[in-house]
């Protein structure tokens, strides 16, 4: 099994930037693909982003594409979101999470292993 730790949440004001890490245990980060999931209030769990096991394929939900930007460093086990002009609609608990199988997919039902989220809050 694999372990995940999100890092980087906190209060921003509209417009700024905020990058989220998850740590992942082990030494077999390279065989999941990773993704990005966002909860906000009253809401149900949302896809923000996926990547494929050496980060050559990509998702980006529409609601931040061309905002926020998911990579992955598999030397350092570590998955990133970069999000830049950042609006109150973002605020959220942000989770990682990690698909043993290799396919991309936005559904969170298809991903096996969570993080504990952290929390981004987006002021107006």
């Known amino acids: 099994q694999v372990q995940l730790e999100e890092s980087g949440g906190g209060l921003v004001q509209a417009g700024g930037s905020l990058r989220l890490s998850c740590q992942a245990s082990?030494?077999?980060?390279?065989?999941?693909?990773m993704g990005w999931f966002r909860q906000g209030p009253g809401k149900e769990r949302e896809s923000v982003a996926a990547?494929?096991?050496?980060?050559?394929?990509?998702y980006v939900a529409d609601s931040v594409k061309g905002r926020f930007t998911i990579s992955r460093d598999n030397a350092k086990n570590t998955l990133y979101l970069q999000m830049n002009r950042l609006k109150p609609g973002d605020t959220a608990v942000y989770y990682c999470?990690?698909?043993?199988?290799?396919?991309?997919?936005?559904?969170?039902?298809?991903?096996?292993?969570w993080g504990q989220g952290t929390r981004v809050t987006v002021s107006s």
């Open positions: 999470a990690a698909r043993t199988r290799p396919t991309i997919t936005y559904d969170p039902l298809q991903y096996d292993y």
């Open positions: 990547i494929s096991q050496y980060g050559g394929n990509i």
């Open positions: 082990g030494r077999t980060f390279s065989s999941y693909v």
